[in-house]
């Protein structure tokens, strides 16, 4: 269906900053919406933003006005700008796009990056 690659991941402390990227290859349907996950140990899998081939975003509560999604349609490929992070952001952050062909809906995911943020 398609590939999803991310990258950006790593250690940092509390108030610091990371960005993340994704990046889609060999998709065989349109994408529609890319966006990220998070999955903390013992917890279920949380949206964390989403943004539409037409630039329209969604942010979870938890990270309005520290985190800025976006993309770049021509790359197939999001971005997740991390500021003022906090021990609680601590999660595998995965990427997921959402397509079509025709009537067909698509939904793929990335392996996951990890993100430590150390108090």
């Known amino acids: 269906q398609v590939q999803l690659v991310e990258s950006g991941g790593g250690l940092v402390q509390a108030g610091g900053s990371l960005r993340l990227s994704c990046a889609a290859s060999?998709?065989?349907?349109?994408?529609?919406?890319m966006g990220w996950y998070r999955q903390a140990p013992g917890k279920q899998r949380e949206l964390v933003a989403t943004?539409?081939?037409?630039?329209?975003?969604n942010y979870a509560d938890s990270v309005k006005g520290r985190f800025t999604i976006s993309r770049d349609n021509a790359k197939d490929t999001v971005y997740l700008q991390m500021n003022s992070l906090k021990p609680e952001d601590t999660a595998v952050y995965y990427c997921?796009?959402?397509?079509?062909?025709?009537?067909?809906?698509?939904?793929?995911w990335g392996q996951g990056t990890q993100v430590t943020v150390s108090s």
């Open positions: 997921n796009a959402k397509g079509s062909r025709g009537p067909r809906r698509y939904d793929n």
């Open positions: 060999g998709s065989i349907f349109r994408i529609d919406a």
């Open positions: 943004i539409t081939s037409g630039g329209s975003t």
